[in-house]
């Protein structure tokens, strides 16, 4: 058997004797190191009680003398136990060791220089292999103490070259590095699929291109445990990696400050002999590793030289060239073409019949065939970038649009014989702010779902959630009858949709960066006038819809001698008109009636117009 030996940190010598050696089962000769290596034969066991600073030598004297080396926890390494999962308890450690069979497993150098567990160039924001997991009290203090980062954040353009010669420029706050990350939360999280044996090499790019990405990170990972991926983050895995930005680099190895104008790091493959305890998982590495990048999400291109040439924006601006088919499909759906008009007119005669029939169903599929909200979000992005001909198309299409509409609804009004206010007619005569509450959110939608090919699959549900073309086919409806009270009532909730769209879409384009504020502001103010127009009326509504409330809330359920009230319906009017269900075990007389009239303005303290169903109820 080959001997065996402890390797100690010469501060420590005072407590071998009584913290260290008993732990030991075989003989343990001590060996203290310092400046000058040690020398043993190889395969040698040898067990390394050292610290941070200590550590990296340590592991190049196994690596050059052959030895079967084991990790224990020093007190002052943390980044040797983190990188090589060694056990925190050192009885432990030492048990697992000396039972442990030998394990070929990588190292990783930058520039020469041995890796323990992480690399760091600019700001990490506790995307550390050497981070542990965190209880809710100390993940609230490192979120507080990462917002405090967020108000010096300034890109820097980083060139990074790989393996197999894949080369790209991006725009990062910072870069981490490291070999694995085992017994960390990062592998459960970020870099599920790495192993201290697998040939390669981790680098997380943290690329955000605004504050918001990266507050919404730092709220997320400080109030939940567990989260996907952040999108600004990129990942790259590869054997050897190089990275350069035209000027010193300042980084941190294993907490140690150095500069240098290039990092090259290095994987050099099963050249450490490890003694492998449970915490260390060794996976099967007979099938070639391959090269894996993930940078989609990165800066790229114009805004690269964008991010990188001033402080981290607010919100991020998108460069010309990443916004450049979403404009082209907003200038497709600005054109007046013979498909906008057909279903336009379909939409609408189909929504005429589902109005008529009250026919809820059917005014869906109208709602959903209308392609209204195409030039409508086209509007919002020509206000947004202060476009004029984008602005003129979309305006031009949608009157047309409102055009057909109209009349269409007013010749379908004259073909169907019926001059009655359906419910579903009668549902769209008096809009509120909560309507104008639902465009908004609507608005907030459908630029989100244009800007985010991930989400267009949405479009339907805003069509359906904001109604464009029910409100203008009741307003024909209303043309055709000549019913201006009708026509208006409908022709101001379809107003109100569309004021809240434009608003709303408009901002959330200028929050996806589509347009800077500079250029923004104006149209924004122009849209903004056009709510704060349409919610005059809007908030009259609200104030009779909640006095009604009001009132149906007081008599609901109101007991007046034996009769109990039921189904109350109220219209705010002078004086107050009320339906009510009268529930009666007997036959109201009229002075009875009366007195419940008499009950009811009394408790609302004004004049009503009572409407009365008696249901007579015995037991």
Known sequence: MADSFLLFDIAQKDQLTDNVLPFFEETILPRAWEDQPVQFNKDSRVYAYVNDQQAPAVIQAAIDGGWQLAILPHPDALYVKRGFCAQSNLKKAIQEAEKSQPEQVDIVRCNGKILLCELVFGESFNLLPSAKSLGFIERLKLGWKNLGKIRHACPKQVTFNTENESGFTTAALGVVIAAHVHDSWLSKHILPNSHINDGMCHAMLIAPRSIMELLRFITISTLGRYYSLPSFLGLVKTKSLEITNGDILHYQVDGQEEQAETLSIQTESHVLTLLVGESLPIIDTSSAQKEQLKIKGLPSGEAVNELATKPLAFIAHAATDEFKDLYQLLRDNATTSS??????????????????????????????????????????????????????????????????????????????????????????????????????????????????????????????????????AVTGIGIGWLDSHVAWGALLLFLTNLAGIVFAAALTFLALGFAPFTRAKKGLMIAFIGVTLVSIPLVFSFLRLSEEAKIMQQLEGKRIGEVVIREVYARALEPVEISVKLVTPETLTSEKLDAIKDSIESELQQDVIMEAQVIIRRE
Request: glycine share 8%; no cysteine; proline share 7%.
């Open 339 to 472: 498909a906008f008009l057909t279903l336009m007119a379909l939409s609408t005669l189909l929504a005429s019949v589902g109005l008529f029939a009250s026919s809820a169903p059917v005014i869906i599929g109208a709602m959903i065939l209308a392609p209204l909200m195409g030039p409508i979000i086209s509007l919002s992005m020509a206000l947004a970038r202060q476009d004029p001909s984008l602005l003129t198309a979309s305006a031009t299409t949608l009157g047309i649009g409102i055009l057909v509409s109209l009349g269409f609804s007013s010749v379908a009004s004259f073909i169907i014989p019926m001059e009655i206010v359906t419910p579903e007619i009668a549902a769209r005569l008096s809009p509120s702010l909560l309507d104008l509450g639902v465009a908004v959110i609507s608005g907030i939608a459908g630029a989100y779902a244009h800007a985010r090919v991930d989400a267009a699959k949405s479009l339907a549900g805003v069509a359906i959630a904001v109604a464009l073309v029910p409100p203008l």
